[in-house]
């Protein structure tokens, strides 16, 4: 039997190539389905984030395996096989379970050691189980990678600081402004990357920040935490007219902004300029807004010269974090190793 790992990341592909691989958490079922029918997997996991999309299995045999899983996504994405295979990552043990465990811990990441990732690891496995694709290998597999992202927390310094991509979008903000005290922020998406936003903007002593979300609620149980004002997303065309920094995370599967509503709101704006970044997976922004006169438009990707310094920041910490990954994938590689001793004395496969 074999754990495989299938992918592909910021480093691998640009987003906007990634961005046609991204999975809603409603597609996700029927995804996992698929996999298990006709990929031929045992067990499966998909995570989907701004910055990866990667598949985990379990498959009694390789035979073919990692070739229909190319095909997978290559028909996912609409995009052609051998162009794509180009920009995947496929892996088997160890190698599979280094990755994912390294991924957990936030060492993969665009911003080393961020704090969103492991929040998403989990939520991947929790709606895998939920949708009975995983059993007793990708449950162990995934509890053992959420157990060493919180040994490395606990025992290094890798998250200390600027740890999250909407962090980051606010250092980018404030290279842009200078002192963000007094600029107004319209904060789109109040999910993990939302909340984490808000708070570095208040951190950086922003006093005026609006938090549009698709469900209201949700933007009101955030800036209850937070300060700030919620808005509902159906004024959104109004709110472009007042905002210096418009920050957007929501995972909606299509353009939020247009090139058209945006050059709308220069008008109404009498062409103030306006800082767009969008840090959606698909992207919210229409790329082409960045062609107007005084938006400056910033996608994930662009975010990676700030990051650079980040890392700088954090090397002393990487090494003891890879060594507390290094033990945890022994430990779990020994069980496993176990595990298929004892399945092959009772003449059974799992």
């Given at each position: 039997?074999?754990?495989?790992?299938?992918?592909?990341?910021?480093?691998?592909?640009?987003?906007?190539?990634?961005?046609?691989?991204?999975?809603?958490?409603?597609?996700?079922?029927?995804?996992?389905?698929?996999?298990?029918?006709?990929?031929?997997?045992?067990?499966?996991?998909?995570?989907?984030?701004?910055?990866?999309?990667?598949?985990?299995?379990?498959?009694?045999?390789?035979?073919?395996?990692?070739?229909?899983?190319?095909?997978?996504?290559?028909?996912?994405?609409?995009?052609?096989?051998?162009?794509?295979?180009?920009?995947?990552?496929?892996?088997?043990?160890?190698?599979?379970?280094?990755?994912?465990?390294?991924?957990?811990?936030?060492?993969?990441?665009?911003?080393?050691?961020?704090?969103?990732?492991?929040?998403?690891?989990?939520?991947a496995y929790e709606w895998a189980k939920d949708s009975g694709a995983t059993g007793k290998?990708?449950?162990?597999?995934?509890?053992?990678?959420?157990?060493?992202?919180?040994?490395?927390?606990?025992?290094?310094?890798?998250?200390?600081?600027?740890?999250?991509?909407?962090?980051?979008?606010?250092?980018?903000?404030?290279?842009?402004?200078?002192?963000?005290?007094?600029?107004?922020?319209?904060?789109?998406?109040?999910?993990?990357?939302?909340?984490?936003?808000?708070?570095?903007?208040?951190?950086r002593g922003v006093r005026e920040v609006r938090v549009m979300n698709r469900t209201v609620?949700?933007?009101?149980?955030?800036?209850?935490?937070?300060?700030?004002?919620?808005?509902?997303?159906?004024?959104?065309?109004?709110?472009?007219?007042?905002?210096?920094?418009?920050?957007?995370?929501?995972?909606?599967?299509?353009?939020?902004?247009?090139?058209?509503?945006?050059?709308?709101?220069?008008?109404?704006?009498?062409?103030?300029?306006?800082?767009?970044?969008?840090?959606?997976?698909?992207?919210?922004?229409?790329?082409?807004?960045?062609?107007?006169?005084?938006?400056?438009?910033?996608?994930?990707?662009?975010?990676?010269?700030?990051?650079?310094?980040?890392?700088?920041?954090?090397?002393?910490?990487?090494?003891?974090?890879?060594?507390?990954?290094?033990?945890?994938?022994?430990?779990?590689?020994?069980?496993?190793?176990?595990?298929?001793?004892?399945?092959?004395?009772?003449?059974?496969?799992?």
């Amino acid at each position: 039997m074999h754990i495989v790992l299938v992918g592909l990341n910021h480093r691998s592909a640009p987003v906007e190539l990634r961005e046609r691989f991204a999975f809603a958490r409603t597609e996700l079922p029927q995804a996992l389905t698929r996999l298990r029918d006709e990929v031929g997997l045992a067990e499966a996991a998909i995570l989907s984030t701004c910055n990866r999309v990667e598949i985990y299995a379990r498959v009694p045999e390789l035979n073919g395996t990692l070739d229909r899983l190319h095909r997978f996504l290559s028909e996912r994405g609409q995009v052609e096989l051998l162009g794509l295979k180009e920009r995947l990552y496929s892996l088997t043990e160890p190698d599979s379970v280094r990755h994912l465990f390294a991924v957990a811990s936030g060492l993969d990441s665009m911003v080393l050691g961020e704090a969103e990732i492991v929040g998403q690891v989990k939520m991947a496995y929790e709606w895998a189980k939920d949708s009975g694709a995983t059993g007793k290998v990708l449950n162990v597999l995934f509890q053992r990678a959420l157990n060493t992202a919180k040994a490395v927390r606990t025992h290094t310094s890798i998250s200390r600081g600027c740890t999250s991509i909407g962090s980051v979008a606010v250092e980018l903000g404030g290279k842009i402004f200078g002192n963000l005290s007094g600029a107004s922020v319209l904060l789109i998406g109040a999910g993990k990357i939302g909340a984490l936003t808000l708070q570095r903007l208040q951190e950086r002593g922003v006093r005026e920040v609006r938090v549009m979300n698709r469900t209201v609620s949700r933007a009101e149980k955030l800036v209850q935490r937070h300060e700030g004002t919620a808005i509902a997303l159906d004024a959104l065309a109004s709110e472009l007219l007042q905002a210096d920094i418009v920050i957007s995370s929501t995972s909606a599967p299509r353009y939020l902004l247009s090139r058209l509503d945006v050059a709308r709101a220069m008008h109404g704006r009498r062409q103030r300029p306006l800082c767009m970044i969008d840090l959606g997976v698909p992207r919210n922004i229409e790329p082409s807004v960045s062609s107007l006169d005084n938006v400056y438009l910033f996608n994930i990707d662009d975010l990676n010269g700030l990051v650079d310094h980040y890392h700088k920041e954090r090397e002393h910490a990487l090494v003891a974090s890879q060594a507390i990954v290094d033990e945890k994938v022994d430990r779990f590689l020994s069980w496993w190793e176990e595990e298929a001793l004892r399945n092959a004395e009772c003449g059974m496969r799992i």
